[in-house]
């Protein structure tokens, strides 16, 4: 698709993300990440996208890195086809810098820092939202370009649901859910894929070799009243398995037998319980624990066992002192537990206190206020703070919103202690940002538009030094850009909407372009609902000026893909997923093939 094309198509439909894009002047939408508490959207100063259950059906997506690709801010790369390395980016900064929660349990990992989205099924999602800025105050280490919080499936009405489904790529799919009410509310869920794949190793390069991919997933969870209280338990696992290729002297090329396998189980509980005269306590506990091993019986190098564990118990007061003043206060603790069998095993402590303020004035003017302590075993304290400013017109269609804040990411155990490579020198990267955004309403509502500016400083940025070989604090960075959206609720069955993003994120010691954030990127998207009978959704992503880590220029590209279901029966469902439907020919990382057209249909049955 030519550039003229492109910009004709958004120019004509004038549409944007999936409908997942809650705009908050319009919206009695309630987010709890912005806060740790219940919060409208419309009082909040940060830019926070919801991604709904409903939105997840109605785009069809197997993963969730795929409705990832939707959000403002948001940038996603993969390594290949199906099951392979994915990182995400936020607001320009690094996927170690980005903090990825999962019914509050951490899993971003303890050796490399980042979280791999890769075998991350949606089954058993009901609600994603994406905190974008600097968000230490609240949630500590990583939470520098912003918070991924994923909300897990929770029992109800009873339901039992069923699907099946094939295509491109030797695609076959299954999955089952039930759920249950009544004083035990409870939901269960498990998934299973396969794909024959691609070659990993690019393609156009001559590598032919199809990766494969199976992953199996499958939660459960139970609430509850217990002594006056509250509480939740979940528990997740999953076990991806993945054919990959290795690295040559001209890049990535096939290798037949090395094969990966990452597996993972989660488990939390969440108790609250309500004290009176407008005040509540809650206490978590989550544990993550997550494996990958690589096998080749030639190459030598593609052999290892990576372990990553990671504890916290989370401790948090709330108190309504007014009707307009709501205080919190947090204690937590982190224990990170990392292995590379035969470099290194070794563990660290994390203690962290927090306290937040807010405010409401006049019913237009919403004010929050925090700052946190973190006391890290071996590099010592790092104090982070956060301010948050919503502003709504006496009219209520228009409002401004504005934060500032700092973060900072700890050094993993693979910056600290890998041999050869780590040092225990190794400050904090750290960092400040902040943002302010104006959102309109027009046609009494039915248009909302929001234009919101972002700008950051990281300090300290760990990398490999030269002088030392070995990693140390070597850089900074300064990132600025811009997210303007549009959202049109052309009738009540159909909306369009439209993003743009653009991201200057530099190194700040010779302005070069910092490696896989693109320079603009945006999301077109057309969601209808016919008769209550068809759903359909028609996505467009274009992604250009990125550069890769060697500095040359990554490929422009632009994705269509569209999602159709009909309820054909009120227990049968077939649905339709076709993405890349022009089979564009690029190269999401270079070297790396991502696969042409690939359709799969399916059929779910609601009983």
Same mark, same amino acid.
């Given at each position: 698709m030519t550039k003229r094309l492109w910009l004709g198509l958004s120019a004509g439909l004038m549409v944007g993300?999936?409908?997942?894009?809650?705009?908050?002047?319009?919206?009695?939408?309630?987010?709890?990440?912005?806060?740790?508490?219940?919060?409208?959207?419309?009082?909040?100063?940060?830019?926070?996208?919801?991604?709904?259950?409903?939105?997840?059906?109605?785009?069809?997506?197997?993963?969730?890195?795929?409705?990832?690709?939707?959000?403002?801010?948001?940038?996603?790369?993969?390594?290949?086809?199906?099951?392979?390395?994915t990182s995400v980016f936020m607001r320009g900064a690094a996927s170690s810098q980005t903090l990825v929660l999962i019914d509050g349990v951490r899993v971003n990992s303890t050796t490399s820092g980042g979280y791999d989205f890769a075998d991350l099924s949606t089954s058993d999602i009901e609600r994603i939202e994406v905190l974008r800025g600097p968000?230490?105050?609240?949630?500590?280490?990583?939470?520098?370009?912003?918070?991924?919080?994923?909300?897990?499936?929770?029992?109800?009405?009873?339901?039992?649901?069923?699907?099946?489904?094939?295509?491109?790529?030797?695609?076959?799919?299954?999955?089952?859910?039930?759920?249950?009410?009544?004083?035990?509310?409870?939901?269960?869920?498990?998934?299973?894929?396969?794909w024959d794949g691609v070659s990993v190793a690019s393609e156009s390069l001559g590598n032919t070799e199809e990766d494969g991919y199976e992953n199996i997933s499958a939660s459960f969870t139970l609430g509850g009243k217990l002594g006056g209280g509250r509480y939740d338990t979940v528990v997740r696992f999953f076990e991806g398995e993945s054919d990959l290729d290795g690295f040559g002297m001209s890049g990535p090329e096939d290798v037949l037998d090395y094969v990966a396998t990452r597996e993972g189980v989660l488990a939390g509980v969440t108790y609250f319980h309500d004290l009176g005269d407008a005040s509540d306590w809650s206490v978590h506990l989550g544990v993550n624990d997550e494996s990958l091993e690589g096998v080749d019986p030639v190459v030598a190098f593609n052999n290892y066992t990576i372990d990553s564990q990671v504890l916290d118990l989370d401790v948090q007061m709330n108190s309504t002192l007014s009707v307009a003043h709501l205080a919190t206060a947090g204690y937590t603790f982190e224990k990170r537990n990392g292995e590379n069998v035969g470099g290194f095993d070794e563990s660290l402590d994390i203690h962290s206190v927090f306290v937040q303020d807010q405010w409401t004035m006049h019913e237009r003017m919403y004010l929050t206020l925090g700052a946190r302590i973190d006391d890290h075993s071996e590099f010592g304290n790092e104090t982070t703070y956060r301010a948050d400013y919503a502003w709504i017109f006496p009219e209520k269609t228009a409002r401004l919103h504005a934060s500032i804040g700092s973060g900072f990411r700890a050094p993993t155990l693979n910056d600290l202690y890998f041999p050869g490579y780590g040092n225990l020198d190794l400050?904090?990267?750290?960092?400040?940002?902040?943002?302010?955004?104006?959102?309109?309403?027009? #046609?009494?509502?039915?248009? @909302? *538009? /929001?234009?919101? %500016?972002?700008?950051?400083?990281?300090?300290?940025?760990? +990398?490999?030094?030269?002088?030392?070989?070995?990693?140390?604090?070597?850089?900074?960075?300064?990132?600025?850009?811009?997210?303007?959206?549009?959202?049109?609720?052309?009738?009540?069955?159909?909306?369009?909407?439209?993003?743009?993003?653009?991201?200057?994120?530099?190194?700040?010691?010779?302005?070069?372009?910092?490696?896989?954030?693109?320079?603009?990127?945006?999301?077109?998207?057309?969601?209808a609902r016919c008769a209550d009978v068809l759903t359909s959704s028609l996505s467009v992503l274009a992604v250009s000026d990125r550069v890769d880590t060697d500095g040359t220029q990554m490929d422009n590209y632009e994705r269509v893909d569209i999602a159709l279901s009909y309820k054909w029966t009120e227990l049968?469902?077939?649905? #339709?997923?076709?993405?890349? @439907? *022009? /089979?564009?020919? %690029?190269?999401?990382?270079?070297?790396?093939?991502?696969? +042409?057209?690939?359709?799969?249909?399916?059929?779910?049955?609601?009983?």
């Open positions: 993300s999936m409908g997942a894009h809650v705009h908050a002047i319009e919206s009695d939408e309630v987010v709890v990440t912005a806060t740790r508490t219940e919060r409208s959207i419309k009082t909040v100063g940060s830019s926070v996208t919801v991604i709904s259950r409903e939105d997840i059906e109605r785009s069809g997506q197997l993963y969730a890195l795929e409705l990832l690709r939707s959000v403002p801010g948001v940038e996603v790369t993969q390594l290949g086809g199906p099951g392979k390395t968000q230490s105050t609240l949630y500590g280490s990583e939470a520098i370009g912003g918070v991924v919080s994923i909300t897990t499936r929770k029992g109800g009405a009873t339901a039992k649901s069923a699907s099946v489904e094939g295509g491109s790529l030797g695609l076959f799919g299954a999955r089952g859910s039930v759920r249950g009410g009544g004083s035990r509310p409870f939901a269960a869920s498990v998934s299973y894929e396969q400050n904090a990267e750290t960092s400040v940002g902040w943002e302010l955004g104006y959102e309109q309403a027009l #046609l009494e509502g039915e248009l @909302v *538009l /929001d234009v919101t %500016y972002f700008a950051s400083e990281i300090d300290d940025l760990i +990398g490999f030094d030269t002088t030392t070989f070995a990693v140390g604090n070597t850089a900074e960075a300064e990132i600025s850009g811009v997210e303007a959206s549009a959202v049109w609720m052309a009738s009540e069955g159909c909306t369009l909407s439209l993003s743009h993003t653009y991201t200057d994120p530099k190194d700040k010691s010779d302005g070069s372009q910092l490696a896989r954030r693109s320079k603009n990127r945006t999301v077109a998207t057309i969601a049968l469902t077939p649905y #339709l997923r076709v993405q890349n @439907v *022009l /089979d564009q020919d %690029y190269e999401e990382v270079p070297g790396y093939t991502t696969p +042409g057209i690939v359709v799969v249909g399916g059929l779910r049955g609601e009983f």
